[in-house]
């Protein structure tokens, strides 16, 4: 993370969330204590856009209800905004906007208009400016056409878009996001997206984005923090996790005509449809000595190298595939 001097809009050292859980041990029933979220510590500073990753159940939501003051840390120490957000949520929160992707927390039954309304009175906004903010958010997320409409007979992806403006209505310093593109098709993800990167941009929002959404990740998401049954697993840019995990790259070949599945020393083809084959060329592999011998066997029309993506490394770390993501020790950027 590029440190600055300021003040870090966001501080964990060691937090640790455990919750006890019922369950059977044999015929008895007992208690057990789980660790959904085990010694977590990271910073985020002003400005920053960071994106919180991790496979289901690995403490992304735990750690959110944290960071806004749903639910207390069990140890370690908190502070967003350089506050407690357990003591100081009321505080907090005119501080911070929250978006939950799974649900609203407009009013159903009010049209989007008065929901927004409401808004302005619980955060406490001056009429004038609230005014100004809205046509602003208005514009930007295109809100108009349904603003009168009962939020309960909004789509998806436009609750969505009258979420993101209740939560950005009082100018917070933070926006968190949990899962903001779930179920929205192509086009609201692509004007959701914009639309954070604008207020990112722009106004300088500090922005930590929980998703599962690759396209999320990939457009959005300049430093990501992993974490991965409760521990933070990596901490740094997109970029260099790419270069850290090394991912496996995949040689795509198309033959003169269909043939029996390539074999190549250890590499044989993972897939094949007609005369084309996809062989996965596995880390520190010479790519250039394989297409070399691969020319000299077969009679090759087309080749091409895809590299990893960023969905062939989070796959490969989810699996567990890379030594240090079993550790649980967190990655040097
Ligand atoms: N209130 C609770 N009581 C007991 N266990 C809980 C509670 N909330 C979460 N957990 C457990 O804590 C772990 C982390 O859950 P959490 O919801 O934070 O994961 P997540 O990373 O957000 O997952 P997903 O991507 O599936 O939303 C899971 O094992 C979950 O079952």
């Known amino acids: 993370m590029a440190e600055t ?10 937090v640790v969330k455990s919750f006890t859980v019922r369950g059977r041990e044999g015929r008895r029933r007992a208690r057990t204590s789980l660790r959904a979220v ?23 939501s735990t750690t959110i209800k944290m960071l806004t003051g749903i639910l207390t840390a069990s140890s370690g120490t908190l502070r967003v905004c350089g ?3 357990s003591r100081r949520r009321t505080a907090l929160a005119r501080r911070i906007g929250v978006v939950f992707g799974q649900r609203t927390t407009l009013w159903w039954d009010l049209p989007l208009r008065d929901s927004l309304a409401l808004v302005r009175r619980l955060y406490r906004v001056d009429a004038a400016a609230h005014r100004e903010r809205l046509a602003e958010l208005t514009a930007l997320l295109e809100l108009e056409p349904f603003l009168h409409t009962p939020v ?6 436009q609750r969505m878009r009258g979420d993101l403006a209740a939560a950005l209505l009082h100018d917070p310093e933070l926006l968190v996001l949990d899962e903001p593109t779930i ?4 086009v609201s993800k ?8 604008r207020t990112n941009a722009e106004r300088g929002t500090t922005i930590l984005l929980t998703t599962h959404d690759l396209g999320d990740i990939e457009r959005l998401c300049r430093r990501v923090l992993i974490i991965d049954r409760g521990r933070l697993a990596y901490d740094g840019g ?15 070949v198309e033959l003169a005509e269909p043939a029996p599945p390539i074999a190549l020393g250890g590499i044989a083809a993972e ?10 060329v596995p880390r520190g592999e010479n790519a250039a000595a394989l297409v070399a011998a691969l020319a000299q066997r077969h009679e090759v029309r087309d080749i091409s190298l895809r590299e990893a993506g960023i969905e062939d490394v989070l796959a490969g770390l989810y699996r567990g595939d890379h030594a240090y993501w079993c550790s649980g020790r967190p990655v040097a950027p």
Do not use: C, H
């Open 152 to 157: 309960r007979q909004l789509s998806l992806g």
């Open 83 to 85: 506050l407690d957000p």
């Open 38 to 60: 085990d010694g977590v510590s990271f910073t985020v500073a002003p400005g920053e856009f960071v994106g919180y990753l991790g496979p289901n159940g690995a403490g992304k």
């Open 271 to 280: 897939r094949v449809e007609g005369a084309r084959q996809w062989l996965r």
């Open 5 to 14: 001097g300021a003040e870090p809009m966001i501080r964990a050292v060691d």
């Open 190 to 197: 692509t004007t959701v997206r914009d639309f954070l990167e």
């Open 238 to 252: 997109l970029d260099e996790l790419r270069r850290t995990v090394d991912a496996d790259r995949t040689l795509v």
């Open 183 to 186: 179920g929205l098709d192509v």
